[in-house]
């Protein structure tokens, strides 16, 4: 059996401490990041939180002097706002809840499985089937919200996905785990096509990449603030039910705060104003005309997800179980990694002006891959979490952590497709990034069971480098075309 064990200080420090003190002491004082019995050396484990807020600290004041400067020359973040519909301002008040609810989901969830008595396959196994199930719905929910509208799929979509994450944490039995992550999988794939769709529709041209950038950037955000309570809610449940922060008990009453956030996640979808024209089957088949670009995408999703699948599912347990860091010094870290490309997201629109779409997303893909392989190689906790954060600035991760590039690109996707073919074409490009996801995943348990972790990492540097330049090398000319064209119609 696997256990992540907490130590004696933290257990000391926060047993008696309520939630608010904890919270602040989780985020202000030096953490002991694992057991003093494990061969990592305890002074840099106790360095760690100084080091990775002192880089996001750091990062975040230049980004707002950049943003100060653009302020100064016409403030125009603050005028695309005021000019955003209705129902994109639903939008983007969805995102934060969204980010908050998925980002405690993500890091509790396969800590508690562990803490339950589950080995490190079975999470593999458990993970894989999730995205399979996810990467298997989602093309038929792109077409259904092409043909009957966004707010309608998204809606039934949610609510089913609501109950399967009820049930997994209620639920005990590993043959009912891997169902009910089935179940959760193949409902989180019918509202995760409705997003971007909706965004491109609700907005102008001019608008697009401040309101996908601002989106992301409330996403990652509340993902920041959720990473931090992910480390933070089993100390103070903890108390309250006579168990350590790190047992079982505690991290499943962390993982019941979700669901409420992510009722209130549903609320603006539900408000949203959608008038949409139902077409049937066969005038929406016929008006499917952008083969060649659907296929490219959904070519670079393929490698992406599955490069991620090998390593962005188990960032927590990499951290828990190779590196002994403690569930309160991961959401430290992750916290820290959020915060950081919250910020950074909101420098898009400005790189993009200088290097293009394709450019932005290509290259900035590129810079991220040597990090991501150097978590692997990481001698101990302080550099692993810079990689991550590195990682996660430039390379993104499984949702909510998205990287800089990660609205552009989403936008791109969208813009290069036709009206009609935007929910289809999300649908395929997330069956092509969930699906090998869940492959990937499978792959990496044997290698994370055997306690070889610097293969998967390798591979999946190698696949994402491979999978970014084949989209450099086909839409850098797409770009081009579409920019003679705009000029000629000018």
Known sequence: MVEVRATSRASATYGVAPAALAGLLALTSTVAWGDVGHAHAPDEGTQVPRVVWLL???????????????ARRG??????????????????????FSGLSVSIWRLLFYLYLLASGHDTLFVAQLASINWIAHGLSVIPSGILSDLFGRRRVFLISYSGNILGTAGLILAHDPMALLVLAAVQGAFEGGHAIVGPPFMVEQSQPAERVHLFSIGSFLTVGAASLGNLLAGVLPMAFAPLLGLGPESAGALRAGL????????????????????????????????????????????????????????????????????????????????AGSIVTAFATLLSPVVVRRLGRVRTVAYLKFLGVPFLILIALAPGVVTAGVAYLLTIVFIGGAFPNKSLTDPIYSLFSMEVVKDRERGTTNGIMHAFSEFPMGVGAWIAGPFMASGNWTMPYCLAGAIYALAFLTFYAYFSRVESARALAAESAA
């Not at 403030?75 to 934060?96: E, I, K």
């Not at 956030?261 to 008006?287: F, G, N, T």
């Not at 060649?292 to 828990?320: D, H, K, Q, R, W």
Request: glycine share 8%.
């Open 256 to 335: 019941f705060c979700v669901l409420p956030v992510m009722l209130c996640s549903a609320l603006p979808i539900y408000l949203i104003d959608e008038r949409w024209q139902p077409i049937d089957i066969k005038r929406w088949w016929r008006s499917l005309e952008s083969h060649g670009t659907i296929s490219m995408l959904a070519l670079t999703e393929g490698g992406a997800g599955l490069a991620l699948g090998m390593t962005a599912p188990f960032f927590a347990v990499f951290f828990a179980h190779e590196l002994h860091a403690s569930t309160t010094a991961i959401g430290v870290i992750f916290g």
């Open 56 to 70: 996001g600290i750091a990062f975040t004041i230049l980004v707002a002097l950049i943003l100060l400067r653009q």
């Open 75 to 96: 403030g125009d973040y603050l005028r695309r706002v005021r000019g955003f519909s209705r129902n994109a301002r639903l939008l983007l008040l969805r995102t934060p």
